[in-house]
């Protein structure tokens, strides 16, 4: 083909070359995805690049050049024409492409990942339109401290401008190199050096001197960030937010965790406040789906006749935590005025004590104008001095309405709920039906450790096992007490006709061999299950019992009752239940 011919056919090469520009625009106008390149000058400028010297001949690929020296108006992002004056010149071009000579290098900067033409984007417009995936280049590097890829947009800019801030400011690209610090969105950057300011201002009063700011900033990142981010790892949570990076989320959390602790007026775990993240804004299908059936039924179910968690979520959830060794580090403790001795309190500042953790008061009134009234507040604040006395951080909040239904919501951010019980349900249809207590041990997601008469130093457990699935969860918490308390654990196993006690014997032993505990196994013949267990616990000097809760459905347990109810109607000891 001539010359000539070759040059026609490029002509009509740019035409359309020129149409696809202009369809693009329509689209990006009803989009609003930008498809301008980049000004490499606006970009240097911005990341404070500086241009290096050392100019080197190789393959670059044509998706990686995001922008022009001095003619980012002229082209697309993809490099199609946008000017007809461009006609002749980008026709010269493509004709050229069929000589034996072929065209010569273009000229490029580099920043990070991505290209900038500094001389032949006619060149890279044309290979575009022939769809080459490498172009030939003359490459300069520029170097800057942020890197930029392939896919970044004008708006992100100002991203990487905040990010280059934070490490001139933090130097924690040095300091940190394996640390990811990538953000996707404006405004994050700024926040995480208030962080570290606030982080700075505490170390110094609780270190009573002043801190340098390196010394903050490496505090920050090893006790406050990574930890965080190693709970993101170990829950999984980035699966549910794949658009998030690691600074979002752990931003995310932090402020979730400041929210719900404004709102329970109690000081809450970042492990919880992961986790009740996750749960309330994850989008899987599967959590949304749960979520709404259990909204309505809810709605429609009355509270005795409701079933709680299933059996062994709670372990799961503990099993999720990082560098926690204490399965107990936080406390629920209902604080009622009719608890005169403060028994509730006490045990929990036992518990609180052994397992070096805090205490979270909960006081429930019936309406919203006797929050704020004497009664009250005079309870928090006594509260909170026995706790000071004690030396046990322990906080108290207020709140009205039901109060099975309060300590069900606020037993999520806590670990074990304590309460006193005065007047255990009665062996009745009509207290079963409305018994607030009943309604907390089936529905709460956690262990509740119930005092009736006495407080117990918890130095000798009796544990009544029957191998349904909640009993296997006290077999497991026992396991638990026994070996990080160093405390004595006998075992009650009850022959009756619906379990083969040998194989009950055979399977507790050997869980419990496994974690080297000695145990006294005991075995008794049938009969009175609640009566055996009691006295089995007072003719072996066992200070508190556990057992798993309600096993049956809820509305068998409403109508015939269980033993869990007769052994708390009886019980002088306290009763630790498991899910």
Not at 538 to 549: A, P, Q, R, T, Y
Not at 555 to 568: K, M, Q, Y
Request: charged share 30%; proline share 4%.
């Amino acid at each position: 083909m001539s010359m000539n011919n070759l040059f026609v056919h490029a002509i009509n090469d740019f035409k359309k070359a020129r149409q696809k520009a202009a369809m693009q625009g329509i689209l990006a106008r009803i989009t609003g995805k930008p498809t301008e390149l980049l000004s490499y000058e606006e970009v240097r400028q911005q990341l404070r690049a500086i241009e290096g010297s050392k100019t080197v001949l190789r393959d670059i690929p044509l998706d990686a050049i995001v922008g022009s020296v001095g003619r980012s108006k002229d082209f697309t992002r993809n490099f199609l024409p946008l000017t007809d004056s461009d006609q002749d010149r980008w026709a010269r071009v493509m004709a050229g492409t069929a000589s034996l000579s072929g065209l010569p290098p273009i000229e490029v900067y580099q920043i990070g990942e991505v290209f900038f033409v500094f001389d032949g984007n006619h060149r890279v417009s044309v290979a575009r339109e022939l769809e080459a995936n490498s172009i030939q280049a003359y490459v300069r590097e520029v170097r800057t401290r942020v890197n930029i890829t392939p896919d970044i947009q004008p708006d992100d800019l100002i991203t990487k401008a905040e990010e280059l801030d934070f490490f001139e400011h933090t130097q924690l690209d040095k300091l940190k190199p394996d640390t990811d610090f990538r953000t996707t969105h404006p405004g994050q950057y700024p926040v995480l050096l208030e962080h570290i300011e606030v982080h700075r201002y505490f170390m110094g009063l609780d270190e009573k001197r002043d801190i340098s700011y390196e010394e903050a900033v490496l505090h920050w990142h090893d006790e406050v960030y990574s930890p965080i981010i190693e709970i993101i790892w170990e829950r999984g949570i980035l699966r549910h937010f794949p658009q998030r990076t690691e600074v979002e989320l752990y931003l995310w959390i932090s402020q979730h965790r400041v929210e719900l602790e404004e709102a329970l007026n109690w000081q809450v775990g970042t492990a919880e406040a992961a986790g009740d993240l996750e749960y309330r804004f994850s989008k899987e299908f599967s959590l949304r789906f749960s979520r709404l059936i259990s909204k309505i039924y809810d709605a429609v179910t009355p509270d005795a006749l409701e079933d709680g968690p299933a059996p062994g979520l709670w372990r799961e959830e503990t099993q999720k935590r990082v560098n926690q060794e204490n399965l107990f580090a936080n406390a629920l403790v209902l604080v009622s005025a009719t608890d005169g001795d403060w028994l509730a309190l006490e045990q929990s500042i036992i518990l609180a004590k052994r397992e070096e953790g805090q205490i979270q008061g909960l006081h429930v009134v019936n309406t919203k104008d006797e929050i704020d009234v004497e009664l009250p507040l005079n309870l928090k604040a006594e509260f909170e001095e026995r706790c000071n006395l004690a030396e046990i951080n322990g906080q108290m909040a207020i709140e009205s309405g039901a109060v099975a239904r309060i300590v069900c919501e606020r037993s999520h951010w806590t670990d074990i709920i304590v309460t006193k019980v005065t007047y255990p349900t009665e062996d009745r249809l009509s207290a079963r039906f409305g018994s607030g207590l009943r309604t907390m041990i089936r529905r709460c997601p956690r262990p509740m450790l119930v005092v009736r008469e006495q407080v117990s130093e918890m130095k000798h457990a009796l544990l009544a096992y029957n191998g349904t699935p909640k009993s296997k969860e006290a077999l497991y918490l026992a396991a638990y007490l026994a070996s990080k308390w160093d405390i004595q654990l006998s075992v009650l196993l009850i022959e009756h006709e619906e379990v083969d006690v040998d194989a009950l014997y055979a399977e507790a032993e050997a869980y419990l061999a496994k974690q080297e505990l000695r145990v006294n196994f005991i075995r008794h013949e049938s009969g009175e299950r609640s009566e055996i267990i009691l006295n089995t616990a007072k003719e072996n000097v066992c200070d508190f019992i556990l057992m798993g809760g309600y096993k049956s459905s809820s509305v068998v347990e409403v109508f015939l009752g269980s033993i869990v109810d007769e052994v708390l109607r009886e019980t002088e000891i306290p009763l630790l239940i498991c899910r």
